[in-house]
């Protein structure tokens, strides 16, 4: 698979120690810590790369033609159902270092106005902003997970950690059909970074999954996640050739967890691996394209559409690979990866209501992110902010 036995040993048991597979090259010390990730918000923002560098140039200021004054109107109402005091703690500067805090654990404590303070009326609202900037399966998806985290407090009989309501939201910026502004949501297993600019929108990083992925009991009973992803990236894989998937195919051994994009992993070095695209026929390319659609589709359709083209104009240069095996019940984790997007999915260990040493189907966690200097619409505000720098009409940091 590798070529060589000692580098095939030494991924064995780096997975089997839950360490992601590719080369992550971080110096010594630079790792957030378990807690709040200081070390890692104490860095600059320079974004995903590969090679140890960032690609210039790929993400451009320019009209996609698709309105987002949706998001905006219902921004404005959700800001103005706010008490002095609670919006007091939502709103942050549009380049805050807030927009980096996000985490899946609970480790620190959430700013923003909660769910579970907001009124009736109120995250109505909420929803509204999630909706009009999402697709309805996006939408969806936020609330299962929501009723899910539900469903685990239940399971845990923890409600102080867990609960469909434990979920925050931060706008940065001011609401604008021009100038740069955005969204957040931060809670277990649900972060969505959502930046606008005039009419583009960056919706990365994005964190979504669960445990458990199916409630078979309790108030949420039947609600269940994340299984055409799940099954997706399965298809694909059994859709390659024996040579093909010794390409992709890092390792047959899935024994512990493999995301390495998640919280406080803003500026990590991350190699390509697998299989690239331009190895595939038309009929694989296109179950890779579906594999990507299901995350990018959880967008509204005006934006997915605009960023499934911007992945197709890179799709030669994009990359799936695989750790675990292909049954029917097996465990995997698959990745794709891109100059301009990065997808992953894991089937995870058990965390609550218990703790499992091997990693089960029934916790899942898959991140999207924006490579190359783009996550939270970075790269578009550093080019907007040049672009105004003597415009005096432009107040930016």
């Known amino acids: 698979m590798f070529g060589n036995k000692k580098i095939w040993f030494v991924a064995v048991l780096l997975a089997a120690a839950g360490v992601g597979f590719n080369a992550v090259s971080q110096p010594p010390g630079r790792r ?44 404005e109402k959700f800001l103005a159902s706010l008490s002095e005091e609670q919006r007091s703690r939502t709103t942050y500067p549009v380049d805050d270092l807030e927009w980096r805090k996000w985490d899946n654990r609970h480790f620190y404590k959430r700013q923003g106005v909660g769910f579970d303070e907001m009124s009736p009326a109120q995250r109505e609202l909420a ?22 985290n539900g469903t685990l407090a239940e399971l ?38 959502y930046f606008v600019l005039g009419d583009q929108v960056v919706m990365s990083p994005v964190f979504v999954g669960s445990e458990p992925v199916h409630a078979t009991s309790g108030k949420f009973k039947g609600t269940i996640v994340l299984q055409d992803e799940q099954y997706a990236g399965l298809e694909f894989m059994r859709s390659l050739d024996p040579e093909q998937q010794k390409q992709s195919i890092v390792s047959s051994v899935k024994s512990g967890n493999n995301a390495v994009a998640q919280a ?20 694989q390319r296109e179950l890779l394209l579906k594999v990507i659609g299901l995350y990018v589709g959880n967008m509204d359709e005006g934006h997915a559409k605009v960023k499934m083209d911007e992945v197709r104009r890179h799709l030669d240069e994009t ?39 091997e990693p089960t189907r029934d916790h899942i966690h898959a991140v999207i992110r924006t490579p190359n200097g783009n996550d939270y619409g970075k790269d578009l505000l550093r080019q907007h902010i040049e672009q105004h720098h003597d415009d005096h009409d432009h107040d930016h940091p």
Request: aromatic share 12%; hydrophobic share 35%; glycine share 10%.
């Open 319 to 357: 990359y799936f690979s695989w750790v675990g095996e292909t049954n029917d019940d097996s465990v995997y984790y698959y990745r794709v990866h891109s100059p301009v997007l990065l997808i992953e999915f894991d089937h995870e260990r058990r965390v609550a209501p218990f703790r499992s040493s």
């Open 32 to 75: 957030p810590p378990r807690g709040g990730g200081e070390a890692s918000l104490s860095e600059p923002f320079r974004g995903i790369s590969s090679g140890g560098v960032i690609r210039e140039g790929l993400f451009k200021i320019e009209s996609t033609g698709v309105s987002t004054e949706p998001v905006v109107e219902a921004a």
């Open 127 to 148: 929803f509204d902003l999630i909706g009009a900037s999402l697709s309805a399966k996006g939408l969806k998806l936020s609330k299962d997970i929501m009723k899910l």
């Open 264 to 283: 406080y992993k803003d500026n990590i070095d991350l190699d390509y691996a697998g299989i690239p695209a331009s190895k595939l026929n038309e009929s």
């Open 156 to 193: 845990a009989n923890n409600f102080d950690e867990y609960g469909e309501w434990l979920y925050w939201i931060t706008v940065m910026g001011e609401p604008s059909t021009s100038e740069p502004w955005g969204w957040q949501i931060d809670g277990h297993h649900l972060i969505i970074n």
